[in-house]
């Protein structure tokens, strides 16, 4: 995912706004500046694919969990979120959790000249505890355009259990490593750009980054289509991503870990 390339589509956003804001805004976003005004998106479904890797000076490894498979090696997971706006001040809680099982499969290694095998390989058995939790305040500049900022809180819990292939070879590795056990904090910037084409149908896009915090790297990407029936009901279907990786010194080698989350979001929200 290209940052830059999002941040510039944002800012084209931005830059045809004021001719939007000089029309009406249809739709649950039009509130009298003395009225609170809430969402509840629960439940939400997110069936991301997952891209994840551990690199070291000795060996990479890869997690990929493609989308068809999410399924069968996601445990469990939560999201749900919350908004509270009034006049154009607006207040935010997002809150997503996931456990996830993979497994990483790596070549054998053999002699140049003898063709003897030096290792057989490694099965590398992964469980990934991660959320991404957040908690913003914003305000909104133009009808539909808003600005916010806030704190996210990233738990990451990283498991790898590591067994030969064979019991041939003289380098075997058989343990268990905990990889990641972190709690971090990040301090987010981002904007959203929410517009209602009519009474039941609307489109929102938003972009975040970090610009201080404990995590190395950490943004995230997301697009909807809103349909509001009635005075209560919202069916949100979108797409999401999310980056979170760490660069890790340990015993004067550095480990990058590296998680991508990509994938269709369904969820259906309250208004009132």
């Avoid at 972009?207 to 509001?228: C, H, L, P, Q, W």
Wanted: aromatic share 12%; no cysteine.
């Amino acid at each position: 995912m290209n940052v830059v390339r999002i941040y510039f589509l944002l800012m084209l956003l931005l830059s045809a706004a004021p001719s939007i804001a000089s029309k009406d805004v249809i739709g649950p976003d039009t509130k009298t500046s003395d009225e609170w005004h809430y969402v509840i998106a629960f439940p939400m479904v997110w069936a991301p694919s997952i891209d994840g890797s551990i690199t070291s000076e000795l060996e990479r490894v890869d997690l990929t969990v493609p989308f068809d498979d999410i399924l069968e090696n996601l445990n469990w997971g939560i999201i749900g979120e919350l908004y509270a706006q009034k006049g154009p001040w607006l207040y935010s809680l997002r809150l997503d959790f996931m456990r996830v099982k993979g497994e990483s499969v790596t070549e054998g290694l053999t002699g140049p000249i003898t063709g003897g095998i030096i290792s057989p390989g490694h099965v590398y058995d992964i469980k990934l505890d991660m959320a991404a939790n957040d908690f913003l305040a914003g305000y909104e500049v133009l009808p539909g355009f808003r600005v916010f900022t806030g704190v996210r809180q990233i738990y990451a819990k990283l498991d790898v259990d590591v067994s030969p292939r064979s019991d041939d070879g003289l380098i075997n590795i058989s343990k268990n490593l905990n990889i990641a056990h972190d709690n971090d904090f990040d301090w987010l910037v981002g904007m959203t750009y929410r517009h209602w084409f009519s009474d039941n149908w609307g489109m929102s896009v938003g972009f975040d980054t970090k610009i201080a915090g404990e995590s190395d790297r950490d943004n995230g990407f997301n697009v909807t289509a809103m349909y509001r029936f009635g005075e209560l009901h919202n069916i949100w279907i979108g797409y999401r991503y999310l980056h979170i990786g760490n660069d890790v010194k340990k015993d004067d080698i550095v480990e990058r870990t590296d998680f991508k989350q990509q994938g269709p979001q369904l969820g259906w929200a309250f208004t009132f």
